[in-house]
Nanobody, 128 residues
Framework: QVQLVESGGGSVQAGGSLRLSCAASGVTYSRYCMAWFRQVPGKEREGVATIGSDGTTSVAKSVKGRFLISKDNAENILYLQMNDLKPEDTAMYYC??????????????????????WGKGTLVTISS
């Protein structure tokens, strides 16, 4: 049973920083992809950043240079360090996980929208 539990959201002013965490358990794929997505009510969910089991990362253009995805493999915690936050970063942020298998068209990049497992989300609000 895969469980993903996000934390670290909150309200900060523009220019500030937050670090989101996702405690993962039950992810047993030999090759996996973990990701952060975000969604604003009324808009499509957006891939923010991904990290594969080999450490390969991808980051959306809208956050490149400001957000950094990382994973503590010993503790099974996924992180998203968010710096220089902007009001347009306001959203519910979700952690997700799935297999990484190019042979099955299961890639690990921010273009991927379908993931097997999702957390419940953590809210990030940025004020100007």
């Amino acid at each position: 049973q895969v469980q993903l539990v996000e934390s670290g959201g909150g309200s900060v002013q523009a220019g500030g920083s937050l670090r989101l965490s996702c405690a993962a358990s039950g992810v047993t794929y030999s090759r996996y992809c973990m990701a952060w997505f975000r969604q604003v009510p009324g808009k499509e969910r957006e891939g923010v950043a991904t990290i594969g089991s080999d450490g390969t990362t991808s980051v959306a253009k809208s956050v490149k240079g400001r957000f950094l995805i990382s994973k503590d493999n010993a503790e099974n915690i996924l992180y998203l360090q968010m710096n220089d936050l902007k009001p347009e970063d306001t959203a519910m942020y979700y952690c997700a996980a799935d297999q990484w298998s190019p042979g099955l068209n299961l890639y690990c990049n921010v273009g991927r929208s379908v993931m097997a497992y999702w957390g419940k989300g953590t809210l990030v609000t940025i004020s100007s």
